[in-house]
Nanobody
Framework: QVQLVESGGGFVRSGESRRLTCVAS????????IGWFRQAPGKEREGVAC????????YYADSMKGRATISRGSDKSTAYLQMNSLKTEDTAVYYC??????????????????WGQGTQVVVSS
């Protein structure tokens, strides 16, 4: 069964860091583009960070530039989103997704890919 499972969410204080993990089963993440997306209450899902299948190109949302790093593990089945200096506005459910190619870091561009169920991050002041 092909699936992605996110973990690492939870409650954090403003200014703290959090690393989210995405584990693939039933397939490997090598040669796949990976995206991290988030959806805050009452808002549309948005792209946070994406990396293309060759790791030569990364994209970060303006709100996360300098505070987030997307990476993949050496086991070829894991991806990470390291977030630093978290703000209350980072509170959201975070999803990872994969697709064969990266065209743009938007949920619509990953719509045909594989998505995880999400992990919630709550940042308190």
């Amino acid at each position: 069964q092909v699936q992605l499972v996110e973990s690492g969410g939870g409650f954090v204080r403003s200014g703290e860091s959090r690393r989210l993990t995405c584990v693939a089963s039933g397939f490997t993440l090598d040669n796949h583009a990976i995206g991290w997306f988030r959806q805050a209450p009452g808002k549309e899902r948005e792209g946070v960070a994406c990396i293309n299948n060759s790791d030569k190109y990364t994209y970060y949302a303006d709100s996360m530039k300098g505070r987030a790093t997307i990476s993949r593990g050496s086991d070829k089945s894991t991806a990470y989103l390291q977030m630093n200096s978290l703000k209350t506005e980072d509170t959201a459910v975070y999803y990872c997704a994969t697709d064969l190619y990266l065209q743009a870091c938007t949920p619509d561009d990953f719509r045909l890919g594989t998505w995880g169920q999400g992990t919630q991050v709550v940042v308190s002041s």
